[in-house]
């Protein structure tokens, strides 16, 4: 198995995003691997090709693509030989999020994805629950392969001196590039108008109306669709404002509304087992004016004025008043793949790479509304702090990408060693077109 290094960072294209698995790619379906009792047709090689493509790794080809489906399976089978297993919550969860973004991709309107699916989100739901708990059993069983692995910084010299000099890497241009973040706050009127909404359907739950009924009609949140249903959650796990509310509850007993940084709940109390409870609420979001926006704005500019009279530092304001989660445990930074603070141009969301260019370096934007990762808006403003220009890879300036290809290197021999001595456990069949891929010699 000789290809496992292009093929891992393919690996978890196997799941890809709802929109790619609407896309008709006439192709004939039928089976092309199977690996003990889970399969991969010729539609998900097409498929992950593809994505591969799109994403940018314009080397992939579908040999690669394979192996690194048949890597997965192989996870999948062998967790279940030897009983590693993802927790049916934890599931729902990943469910949750996904689906969260497949709505935002929509324009966060349901109806309109129902609409191009022909099925119910609930039913677009289930499509991709066998593929999540996949994706996650490979996730758990490669980290479990790997979780040992470290790497010195003399291995990281090593790996680096024993790069050819022809075949050092050359890196465009990159940037240090920084944001903080401010949420509208809901207005006082808006959230009467909530509070008052819930408190109609919690009188129409108590009255006897079921909870889940309600949750499907109202709820606002991923998990309306199934009747509010939370599943076990582990005390924890929750934000604090949602747990406290909900802990105080006895079985079957509903909340008054709670505000969280997601919207406004009523919760349910199902059943609660010592740390473990099982809970359902209804969530309804807020809806901003162009007012909100401002306030935000005028926020930020704040911050922006105490940060040019050297009265903070960027990254401190970022941390203390930045409300994206992401960037703000990072000074406001946004890292790159491997996790370090400059990052390649290339790599940068549209939106701050525009910005960005009409920017000076060691400037800070005024305040902009933009879109986040969740489909909603906020408000932002950017501090360009650094540009390095193009260069080959050196020690010096990227030490930190060099340290995260060492890491993988040796993550990548672990797994092509953990695969020659796994593979006799499962049954593999390839299908003959396939032969010249040379998977399994």
């Known amino acids: 198995m000789n290809k496992v290094v292009s093929g891992m960072a393919l690996l978890f294209l196997t799941i890809g995003s709802v929109f790619a698995q609407s896309t008709d790619l006439t192709v004939i379906d039928k089976i092309v691997a199977k690996v003990d009792n889970y399969i991969i047709l010729k539609s998900e090689l097409e498929r992950s090709y593809l994505q591969a493509k799109s994403s940018g ?97 003399s291995e990281v010299k090593r790996f680096f001196k024993n790069i050819p000099k022809d075949s050092l890497p050359y ?45 499907g009609r109202h709820s606002m949140g991923p998990t309306g669709p199934r009747g509010g249903n939370l599943g076990d959650v582990e005390r924890g796990q929750m934000v604090p404002e949602f747990e406290a509310a909900a802990l105080k509850l006895k079985n079957g007993e509903i909340s008054m509304p709670v505000e969280t940084e997601f919207g406004f709940h009523i919760i349910q109390m199902v059943d609660r087992r010592g740390n473990i409870y099982n809970a359902r609420h209804i969530l309804i979001q807020p809806n901003f004016t162009e007012r909100d926006f401002e306030i935000a704005g005028h926020f930020l500019d704040s911050i922006k004025g105490i940060i040019q009279e050297d009265s903070v530092s960027f990254d401190k304001a970022a941390k203390a008043y930045s409300d994206d989660k992401e960037t703000s445990s990072n000074g406001g930074f946004v890292r790159d793949m491997a996790g370090a603070n400059r990052i390649s141009v290339s790599e940068l969301d549209p939106g701050l ?12 934007s005024d305040p902009m509304k933009f879109t986040m990762k969740d489909g909603k808006e906020a408000m932002r403003i950017i501090y360009y702090k650094t540009k390095l220009k193009p260069h080959q890879a050196n020690l010096d300036q990227d030490y930190q990408k060099i340290y995260m290809a060492a890491m993988n290197a040796k993550k990548t021999k672990q797994m092509n060693d953990w695969f020659e001595d796994s593979r006799d456990e499962v049954f593999i069949e390839i299908d003959p077109e396939y032969e010249n891929c040379h998977i399994l010699q």
């Open 57 to 153: 790794d314009y080397d992939a080809d579908k040999c690669q693509i394979l192996e690194s489906l048949i890597l997965s399976k192989l996870m999948v089978a062998k967790a279940e030989i030897d009983s590693v297993v993802v927790e049916e919550d934890m599931i729902d969860r990943q469910l949750d999020m996904r689906m969260q973004g497949v709505v935002a991709q929509a324009g966060g309107d349901p109806e309109k994805l129902e609409e191009a699916f022909g099925k119910s989100m609930e039913e677009i739901r289930e499509d991709l629950r066998s593929d999540v708990k996949e994706q996650m059993l490979a996730e758990k069983m490669q980290s479990t392969i790997t979780e040992e692995i470290t790497v010195t910084p």
């Open 171 to 215: 890196f465009s241009t990159e940037v240090e590039i920084g944001q903080i973040v401010k949420k509208p706050t809901v207005s006082p009127e808006e959230k009467d108008r909530i509070e008052q909404l819930l408190l109609k359907i919690r009188s129409e739950a108590e009255e006897g109306t079921d909870f889940q009924v309600l949750a």
């Open 353 to 364: 790479f525009f910005t960005m260019d009409t920017m000076q370096v060691g400037s800070i």
